[in-house]
């Protein structure tokens, strides 16, 4: 059963900085596709960045480049997301998704997601 617990919300200034963690268990596979995606009130869900673990290859939506670093660390399937620069329209519920390729990930269908954790951005 594939799980995955984000860590690492809170509420910063804007200017500041978080870094999200998300710890993964249960994906039985060698290569498989993690990332972020957010859902800001009003808005739809937006992927912000996935990273491929067969390749190590990483993709980033516009609206974060950077801005925010995806990456991994495969000793301890964790896969964090280090937000810099931070603004108010960033204020949102960010979740870790998963799936066997960042196409679906990166198109806000990832087969698995964790529960979210919250960043507030405040002026």
């Known amino acids: 059963q594939v799980q995955l617990q984000e860590s690492g919300g809170g509420s910063v200034q804007a200017g500041g900085s978080l870094r999200l963690s998300c710890a993964a268990s249960?994906?039985?596979?060698?290569?498989?596709?993690m990332g972020w995606v957010r859902q800001r009130p009003g808005k739809e869900r937006e992927a912000l960045a996935a990273?491929?673990?067969?390749?190590?290859?990483?993709h980033y939506a516009d609206s974060v480049k950077g801005r925010f670093t995806i990456s991994r660390d495969s000793a301890k399937n964790t896969l964090y997301l280090q937000m810099n620069s931070l603004k108010p329209e960033d204020t949102a519920l960010y979740y870790c998704?998963?799936?066997?390729?960042?196409?679906?990930?990166?198109?806000?269908?990832?087969?698995?997601r964790g529960q979210g954790t919250q960043v507030t951005v405040s002026s």
């Open positions: 998704a998963a799936d066997w390729q960042c196409q679906t990930v990166l198109a806000g269908k990832a087969g698995y």
């Open positions: 249960g994906i039985n596979r060698s290569s498989y596709c």
């Open positions: 990273f491929y673990t067969g390749s190590g290859n990483i």
